[in-house]
């Protein structure tokens, strides 16, 4: 009975620190992103990133010349072009590592704080549970930026240290200089943030679901190879464009002259897909879910 | 919080709503109506994946542009299409063509200029889709970017300078032609690979129809964005393999936008190759000025180097379409023809040595031996719009015909 009244009288209490709740959001975001990044295991995962292009570049730098054509794109490139490696790095990255780091953050974000048993704190602060929602979603959102941007920065400097920088031969036969090199470098890591937006989403609903992380996780890395191999498949020609790795390895395209946008917005149009759907799961999942721990 | 001062206005509320007895009943218990609002929870997820389908179907509804074109006869639109004088664009064109030949890597090792072996490329150009860029600056500057996944092909040309690039296996090649040069020389033994515009293909299509085809102008079609009339030609016999033609031609510019090859039939077109996106501004000048890259390997090219003269019967290399193909080696092989117009067979001799090139192609190529049947008298290529016939003493007959003329040919004193 009295229940009817409950929106109003929270309305009220609301309206009493209505500057409360923006400011609470903001904290809540600082202080998850200090907790994300504060961990020796986020450490962990970037490190490991970072070790991809350091390990490509010491193999190229002790092995004789690699011959065009074989192994990954532009890794014959790479002993006449430090900045080469970045590129290599953010390609051999992109099918297993990357998701496999992101799914690791992702799964984590709610079945994480309900393992160790904090989510119920975190909710009898005023928080809301929509709030909470957003702000671990925004904190993989975050790693999903800083991954491929290690693997970039890494390559970069460790391409620069071992090898000669010169010009860039793009995929079209142009040159750009090393500052531009750099700038698309950024662009392709800002490419596989956005790619990896819709996996986090997939990640954050999976984490509504369980209270064991490690389940969370690894039903997260599995979608992401589930969702290639069926890519590769020429079977399910139709349901290629709906995957969300199916751009994955389109970046390639930011690397020709005059650059081709195609393939950028496409991804970005697929990911805010899956991140609206996946997000409204979560959403249905997380609100409607009685917080046992 | 302050439960206190809650519960105060809780039990007043109480009292206010005991005083009303009609609310009482349907107001239920507590416990329905979090079930009820634990149902509106969910509306989200269903609604969000409803808007995203409606969309996409809204999407795929093809776009009836305002008003429609005005009525115009198969010969004003030939016309249009004949005096358009559109050089300066940009755009991308897709071709995807499904002719029943197994799909050879787009992006093997040889698919560089230098390495090329000519007829796996033009079996990887007839397989699959391609997508490619073209800008055009007037008719001397021109510049088309075969687009693969991770690498890219390049044909340059400004003046009488043309570079050819590829990224695979960063090499390139260069022609100086002739002074009298005007056509575009895409016909490079190594990059097959370019889509022809459909200028070119239309073109070709509209020089070929005489008394054998009948010209239609269907209903206006979309083509890259554009009001496009849809010129129709339908072969006039039941000798070949060709259904029917359709050409876009560009209401407003006369330039052919696009064109799909059917097979008699069929419903789905096997060869179609238009623009996706056209833009008539003038592309970027940068753009047709080429430096080989450094540490790239430079072929020169002769104008009259061997491998120009790739139209020799039998090595259709570089010809995009069966059409083409058909066309150059009708052209080159004027005396090894029979039949005419659509049912054209061509005949190529043991001598030319094109038979032995197609068997040492057909040895290296698992899949390809495979799509080769047996048949009395030698082995036949078979696809949706052309039969290729090599017989055991050598000789190659092919043409847009069904197997049974080829072999009919090959019968033939």
């Known amino acids: 009975m009295s229940s009817s009244l409950r929106p109003e009288t929270l309305g009220t209490a609301g309206a009493t620190d209505a500057a409360a709740p923006r400011g609470l959001g903001l904290s809540l975001l600082w202080s998850e992103l200090r907790v994300l990044f504060g961990r020796r295991r986020t450490w962990a995962l970037l490190l490991a990133l970072a070790a991809i292009p350091v390990l490509i570049a010491v193999a190229v730098r002790l092995s004789s010349a690699v011959p065009a054509g074989r192994g990954p794109a532009f890794l014959d490139r790479i002993s006449q072009n430090g900045l080469f490696v970045a590129f290599t790095a953010m390609l051999v990255s992109v099918p297993l590592f990357l998701p496999l780091t992101v799914g690791v953050v992702a799964g984590d974000t709610i079945a994480g704080e309900a393992n160790l048993g904090t989510l119920r704190y975190l909710l009898v602060a005023p928080a809301g549970r929509v709030r909470l929602l957003l702000v671990k979603y925004a904190g993989a959102l975050a790693f999903c930026l800083a991954a491929p941007l290690t693997v970039g920065l890494a390559g970069a400097a460790i391409g620069a240290a071992l090898f000669p920088v010169g010009p860039v031969t793009l995929l079209s036969g142009d040159v750009i200089e090393p500052p531009q090199a750099a700038l698309r470098i950024l662009l392709i890591a800002a490419y596989l943030a956005v790619s990896l937006a819709g996996l986090s989403a997939v990640g954050l609903f999976l984490s509504t679901l369980t209270v064991v992380p490690v389940g969370a996780m690894a039903a997260t890395v599995v979608v992401s190879v589930v969702s290639q191999v069926l890519d590769q498949l020429p079977q399910l020609e139709w349901l290629h464009p709906w995957l969300f790795s199916h751009y994955w390895l389109g970046f390639g395209d930011l690397l020709r002259q005059p650059l081709l946008w195609d393939s950028f917005t496409g991804n970005a149009l697929l990911q805010a897909g899956y991140v609206a759907v996946f997000g409204a799961l979560a959403y249905g999942r997380f609100v409607t879910k009685d917080i046992l721990s | ?413």
Do not use: C
């Open chain 2, 1 to 413: 919080m302050d439960y206190g001062s809650n519960d105060g206005v809780d039990g007043t509320m109480n009292r206010i709503m005991n005083g009303r007895p009609r609310q009482q009943g349907p107001e239920g218990s507590g416990a329905d109506r979090a079930r009820n609002r634990a149902w509106l929870r969910w509306v989200p997820a269903v609604t969000v994946p409803a808007v995203i389908a409606a969309g996409f179907l809204a999407g795929t509804i093809p776009a009836r542009a305002g008003d429609p074109l005005p009525t115009k006869t198969p010969a004003d639109v030939i016309a249009l299409a004949a005096g358009h004088k559109t050089h300066t664009f940009s755009g991308t064109i897709e071709q995807s063509s499904e002719l029943g030949l197994p799909e050879l890597p787009a992006t093997g090792p040889t698919a560089g200029p230098a390495s090329a072996d000519g007829i796996a490329s033009a079996i990887e150009v007839l397989t699959g889709e391609h997508t490619a860029r073209v800008f055009m600056d007037g008719k001397t500057k021109a510049r088309i970017q075969v687009v693969d996944r991770l690498a890219e092909r390049n044909v340059i040309r400004s003046g009488n300078e043309v570079w050819f690039y590829s990224s695979k296996d960063n090499s390139t090649a260069h022609l100086t032609l002739a002074g009298d040069a005007s056509d575009l020389p895409l016909a490079h033994p190594g990059t097959p690979a370019a889509p022809r515009t459909p200028q070119e293909l239309a073109e070709r299509f509209l020089a070929a129809a005489d008394s054998s085809t009948a010209i239609s102008v269907g209903p206006d079609v979309q083509a890259a964005g554009r009001a496009a009339y849809n010129l129709l030609l339908e072969p006039r016999t039941n000798g070949t393999l060709v259904g029917k033609v359709a050409i876009a031609v560009d209401a407003a510019t006369g330039m052919p936008l696009s064109v799909q090859v059917t097979a008699r039939g069929a419903s789905q077109p096997a060869f179609s190759a238009g623009f996706i996106s056209l833009s008539l501004d003038q592309p970027d000048v940068a753009l047709f000025n080429f430096v080989p890259p450094p540490g790239s390997t430079v072929e020169e090219l002769q104008p009259g180097h061997p491998n120009r003269q790739s139209l020799s019967p039998g090595t259709p290399d570089s010809h995009a379409t069966p059409e083409d193909l058909a066309a150059a080696l009708e052209q080159k092989a004027g005396q090894y023809t029979t039949g005419s117009g659509w049912e054209t067979v061509v005949a190529v001799p043991a001598e030319a040595g094109a038979a032995s090139r197609l068997n040492a192609l057909l040895a290296g190529n698992p899949l390809l031996a495979q799509a080769a049947v047996a048949v009395p008298g030698g082995r036949v290529l078979s696809t949706a719009l052309f039969n290729v016939l090599l017989t055991d003493d050598g000789r190659v007959f092919a043409g847009m015909v069904p197997v049974e003329r080829l072999q009919a040919a090959s019968a033939a004193p």
